[in-house]
């Protein structure tokens, strides 16, 4: 992967974003950039669980012409990957909720950082709380598509975790062996000496 | 846990579900597959290895309970987790009765989902250890090599079992090679002591001095050498066994020190002036007379009788023809396996030759002439070459003592290795001082 695209659906925070450009480039040392494309999510929207339904938006992505013109690079696959971030509460099917999905070793993944808010558990707002939890959760997805699976180290982004706290409990980076066996897969990550362009 | 191991079968009509969960669960390392309906399922179960399944309880055809009732039928240790599209007290508990391990709503909370599964998981490694270990015990408890359905052997197995369970001392006794130490172990695992620890000294090994520092451990700067404090085999058998192997070869110092600390269950350290306490039970064995030995003064005779509260008598290898054959079969297994060889069988000819020799060094020269078969052996037969023993021997020790057999064996063994007594020692399975001692004994002496 050369470079990866974040790229806001349903007007996420742009504070946010602009806290998660920086971030996921400082672990992966993979160029990062914002690209804006006009996709509407509500096709995706379930009403009788009040949730997006985030494989659908997956598949979705993958396929519009919208992407193909405005992200080329995802086309040459190995290229690019994309990270759609969300605002909203994301769920596959089976499951009540999802903070984010993957395509695994694949192109796509999104995240949302709905149930990343402290105020959804009467707790009061935190900004640099939330901000490093969807940097952990983006970068976990991004794993991913590199073709991480999760990660059994308690600090490694890599890990799983399917509540708030075991999110704040695992670290922002990724372990020597994750990091070791994206490398593999994925030379150019994780190089270190030059800037974001 | 080894995720990469671990099997997951998602069973469910519904494609979204099973892709959703399969991709969950790969995710996380795991080896997951699917199946549509419940014969796919049962066809799954056929091809490959699986630790848990996730069951739809609703399904065309086969329902979910009743797959439950058909996969437990073929492998009861298979994890069943079911899923229901609404909670219901009455399934549930049909589902439970019928072996699942539990059962979940759908849609699934991904934090309950990932917890239930992890903590089933290692439920399971739990028991399949406690299976294992359980497997390791009882055949520990059974002997292990303890092979025989000789009447010697049988009734030998007979007082291991009576005598097992209950603190008594006892002294096995019988010949070099007779597996008096397998005994040992197996009164051991079969008494209330076997969760602490088996000690073994071989007294036979040591000089005084060493042996006394062996039992009884010493403290730093005991005597030359001493760079630590170290606990001897009487402190380190604490709540389990004391085994004295070749106990006839302790000197007349430590007989009085092992009696005094048999009887008080306390000593010091050499060196020490701490008072140590052990609670042990002691097995010995000899292939001593004993008796004569204490009639000639050279054992105690209070050690003796403290010892000889219950003896066991294990018969010689000659003595229990029927078990030899059987024993050579085991051996070969054993070493076949052992060194991943295709040896399967002994010729007519090779197992002729092992009915009538007759085994000296008793269970264990027919071992290690075994071992050492599997070695050479080239093909799936043992021939009659590949064994050490090429002379059909019975006639010529027909008539002769234990002792003239003893001491030609030890000669003709020193003779072919040049009188080498480590090399010796090694093929006889002694140890060089027991070596030296039989040597002095029988008055072999190089160049005679």
């Known amino acids: ?62 396929q519009h012409p919208a992407i ?44 949302s950082y709905h149930r990343l808010e402290n105020e959804r558990y009467g707790l009061p707002a935190d900004r640099e709380l939330l901000s490093r939890r969807l940097q952990k959760e983006a970068l976990h997805e991004l794993g991913h598509t590199l073709g991480l699976l999760h990660c ?46 | 846990m080894n995720k990469n191991a671990v099997g997951i079968l998602v069973v469910d009509d519904e494609l979204i579900v099973r892709d959703s969960l399969t991709k969950w669960f790969r995710e996380s390392g795991f080896r997951t597959e699917s199946a549509e309906n419940g014969a796919a399922a049962l066809n799954k179960l056929q091809a490959a290895s699986w630790n848990l399944m996730l069951v739809d309880i609703k399904m065309p055809g086969m329902d979910g309970i009743e797959l439950l009732h058909r996969v437990k039928e073929l492998r009861k240790d298979i994890i069943i987790i079911i899923i229901t599209a609404f909670a219901s007290v009455d399934t549930a508990v049909k589902a439970l009765k019928e072996g699942a391990h539990d059962y979940i709503t759908k849609p699934i909370d991904p934090d309950y989902l990932d917890h239930l599964v992890e903590k089933a998981l290692s439920q399971q490694e739990l028991a399949m250890e406690n299976i294992k270990l359980k497997n390791v015990v009882s055949e520990l408890s059974t002997g292990g090599e303890l092979i025989g359905e000789s009447p010697e052997m049988v009734t030998a197995m007979e007082l291991v079992r009576t005598v097992a369970p209950a603190d008594t001392t006892v002294m096995i006794l019988g010949e070099s090679g007779t597996g008096k130490e397998l005994v040992a172990r197996a009164i051991h695992t079969q008494s209330p002591r076997a969760y602490f620890p088996l000690v073994t000294v071989n007294c ?9 520092s062996e039992l009884f451990g010493h403290e730093r700067g005991a005597f030359t050498g001493a760079q630590y404090r170290r606990k001897g085999k009487v402190e380190l058998a604490d709540g389990g066994t004391l085994f004295l192997d070749e106990v006839g070869n302790i000197d007349v110092k430590t007989q009085m020190d092992l009696l005094r600390v048999i009887e008080t269950k306390q000593f010091m350290r050499v060196g020490g002036s701490e008072i140590i306490h052990s609670d042990f039970r002691v097995i010995c064995a000899t292939n001593r007379d004993l008796e004569k030995a204490v009639r000639e003064g050279a054992f105690r005779e209070d050690l003796y009788y403290r010892l000889n509260v219950f003896t066991i008598q294990l018969p010689p290898l000659r003595a229990r023809g029927i078990d030899i054959a059987r024993l050579a079969r085991h051996f070969l297994e054993k070493y076949a396996t052992a060194m991943n060889k295709p040896v399967r069988t002994f010729s007519p000819e090779a197992m002729y030759a092992i009915k009538a020799h007759d085994w000296p060094g008793n269970v264990r020269e027919l071992e290690n002439a075994v071992e050492r078969a599997v070695v050479v052996c080239k093909g799936t037969t043992i021939e009659k070459e590949h064994l050490p023993v090429q002379t059909v021997n019975s006639q010529r020790n027909q008539g002769r003592r234990l002792d003239d057999v003893e001491r030609s064996y030890i000669e003709q063994i020193l003779q072919e290795t040049g009188w080498n007594v480590s090399r010796a020692a090694t093929i006889l399975d002694i140890d060089r001082v027991t070596l030296y001692h039989k040597m002095e004994k029988y008055g072999l002496k190089r160049g005679q």
């Not at chain 1, 990957?81 to 903070?99: E, K, R």
């Not at chain 1, 490398?183 to 362009?197: C, I």
Request: net charge negative; proline share 7%.
């Open chain 1, 1 to 62: 992967v050369k470079f990866i695209y974040v790229l806001p659906l349903g007007n996420p925070d742009r504070k946010l974003l602009a806290g998660l450009v920086p971030a996921v480039w400082e672990s992966l040392r993979i160029p990062v950039e914002v690209r804006e494309c006009p996709i509407e999510l509500d096709p995706f929207y379930d009403e009788g669980r009040g949730q997006y339904d985030s494989t659908a938006i997956l598949q979705h992505l993958k």
């Open chain 2, 204 to 212: 036979g090994a040591m000089t005084e001095t060493l042996l006394e």
């Open chain 1, 152 to 197: 059994p180290e308690q600090a490694c982004v890599m890990r799983s975790s399917t509540n708030v706290d075991e999110i704040d409990l695992k670290g922002v980076e990724f372990c020597a062996e994750c990091r070791s066996d994206m490398q593999k897969s994925h030379p150019r990550t994780g190089r270190r000496g030059s800037a974001n362009p």
């Open chain 1, 68 to 111: 193909a013109q405005r992200l080329p690079l995802l086309n040459t696959r190995g290229n690019a990957a994309l990270l759609a971030v969300v605002p909203h509460d994301l769920f596959i099917p089976i499951l009540t909720f999802v903070f984010g999905e993957a395509e695994l070793g694949g192109t796509a993944a999104v995240v």
